[in-house]
Every structure is written in structure tokens, then in C-alpha cells.
């Protein structure tokens, strides 16, 4: 299983590469309008009916080329993306709420069709806005800006998760989260976290972000978290449906929602503290 992840990462990682540094931004764009509309059909896999599988799709690509297509001044769509991202702090708050106290808090949502659509719009909406903004930083002056800041933010979230596994497989005893996902454990978050301040410690060093260091930190740190957040908020809508991966379109990996998980919450929460509250 190891070495299958490791060959898909090999060939996937160049893809992101290409697409970050070499895609004009309209074709980036369209790139991560496939993506989550790729996770919206996973996520479909968490409700019950078909009827509300097509709705869920639907209305999470709708919402997303809508908001990207929206024929409003630039000013005025820069204030309703920053409402929306900010709002998803709400949404991540609430599912940390539903991570400790899962399997009671499951009777607030695990019936209701609509809380999950919300949970859905909350998660990817957001995402891609952050995606968008963060790609976008400088991009009339140096086109290459925005994607070095975004690659910065996966590989924050690839550190966290490579350090996780390796901490928890080899000194890993204490679990984070029995009841969502057995298999983490507080050394293994320890690990990831640790490994992840340290690219964040290398990279701010290179001196390419022009950002008080502090700020960096703590914008890292929190997205960092964020990150562990939508990974185990993941697992707990899979445990709670029943099934095991999002979808199988990635060898070794799952599904799209299944790598994205981590970034979904710590793009938009990195944006917020990086774009917004600075």
C-alpha cells in the first residue's frame, strides 16, 4: 500500500506542479472547478437518496462557476469572496464540535440532507475561493507569486501528513480520535505538526515571503490544524455512511475528496489569516 501512494505522489505531484506554475490562470481555474466537482459527486456517496446526490452536485458546481462567472465589479466580488471564505470559519468550528463529540453528535446531521448540502457548500465553495485567491496574489505584477504561495500551503499539509504517519507508525500509542478514525494517534499528530513548523521555519528563511514572521507562523499553525480538522471531519462523514474511501479514482489513495480533505480546511482558514485579518 505504502509504495503504490508513492508512485501515485510521483506522478501526481508533477501534475500539480504544472498545473500551479504553467496553467494559465482560466485553465487553473477550470482545473479546481472539475476538482471539486469531482469531490461534490464523492461527497454525494455520504447521502442516501439519488435524488439528493444530483441536487448536492447540482448546486456545488452552480455555486461555484456562479461565483466565478458572476458578472459583478471586481470590488464588490472581492468583499462577497471574503464574506463567504470567512464564513467558512463557522463551518470549521462546528465540524470540530462534531469531531469531539461524535457518535452523539451525529443525530444533529446524519438524517438531514440539508445540513449536509450546507456541509458540503462550507467545505469546497470556500476551498475553491481560497484556492482562487491565494493563486491570484500579485498575478498582474509576477504570475509565479500566487502558485509558490500555494504549493507553500501543500506541502505545509503533505508535511503534516507525512510526518503523522511515519511518528505514528514508529512511536504511535495514545489515540486522537478512537471513534472517527482509530488509526491516528497523538504522536503521529505531534509529528506532523512539528515537521510542518519546520518547513514553515525553511521556507519563511528562503526569504520569499514578503510577511511578518509572526503573522506567517501563526497563519501556518492554524492551517496546519485546520488541516488535521478536515481530515478527521472526512472520516467521520465516511464512518458515519458506512464506507471506507470517498471513491476510487486514485490508485492507493481513494478518491479526489480523499486527498483533498486536509486542504480543504487549511487553504480557505491560511487565506483568511494571511489575505483578510492581517
Known amino acids: 500500500m505504502l509504495i503504490q501512494r508513492i508512485l501515485t505522489a510521483i506522478v ?14 482560466s485553465i487553473f481555474s477550470y482545473l479546481i472547478i472539475a476538482i471539486c466537482a469531482l469531490a461534490a459527486w464523492e461527497w454525494s456517496n455520504f447521502l442516501a437518496e439519488r435524488t439528493e446526490k444530483t441536487v448536492l452536485l447540482f448546486l456545488i458546481v452552480f455555486s461555484i462557476v456562479l461565483l466565478y462567472f458572476i458578472p459583478i465589479e471586481s470590488t464588490l466580488k472581492s468583499k ?19 469531531v469531539v463529540g461524535y457518535p452523539n453528535s451525529a443525530k444533529y ?3 438531514s440532507p440539508l445540513i449536509k448540502l450546507l456541509f458540503a457548500f462550507f467545505t469546497l465553495v470556500p476551498f475553491f475561493i481560497g484556492m482562487l485567491e491565494l493563486r491570484t496574489i500579485n498575478y498582474g ?6 502558485a509558490i504561495w500555494l504549493l507553500y500551503v501543500f506541502v505545509l499539509v503533505w508535511a503534516t501528513d507525512t510526518g503523522a504517519y511515519f511518528a505514528g507508525r514508529a512511536i504511535g500509542k495514545r489515540k486522537l ?26 521556507a519563511y528563511l528562503t526569504g520569499y515571503f514578503n510577511i511578518n514572521f509572526t503573522q506567517f507562523l501563526f497563519s501556518s499553525l492554524l492551517a496546519v490544524l485546520a488541516s488535521v480538522l478536515g481530515d478527521l471531519t472526512e472520516s467521520m462523514f465516511k464512518r458515519e455512511a ?3 474511501d470517498s471513491g476510487n479514482l486514485i490508485p492507493g489513495h481513494g478518491g479526489i475528496l480523499d486527498r483533498i480533505d486536509s486542504l480543504t480546511a487549511a487553504v480557505p482558514v491560511f487565506t483568511i489569516l494571511s489575505l483578510h485579518l492581517f
Open 177 to 202: 480520535a478512537v471513534k472517527v478514525s482509530p488509526g491516528k494517534t497523538v504522536e503521529g499528530f505531534i509529528g506532523g505538526v512539528s515537521l510542518a513548523i519546520l518547513v514553515c521555519v525553511i
Open 141 to 146: 505584477v509576477n504570475s509565479y507569486t500566487g
Open 12 to 25: 501526481l505531484i508533477p501534475l500539480v506542479i504544472i498545473a500551479l506554475f504553467f496553467a494559465p490562470l
Open 80 to 98: 462577497l469572496f471574503a464574506l463567504i471564505i470567512c464564513l467558512s470559519v463557522i463551518w470549521w468550528l462546528t465540524a470540530l464540535l462534531l
Open 242 to 244: 458506512g464506507i471506507k
Open 109 to 111: 446531521w446524519s438524517k
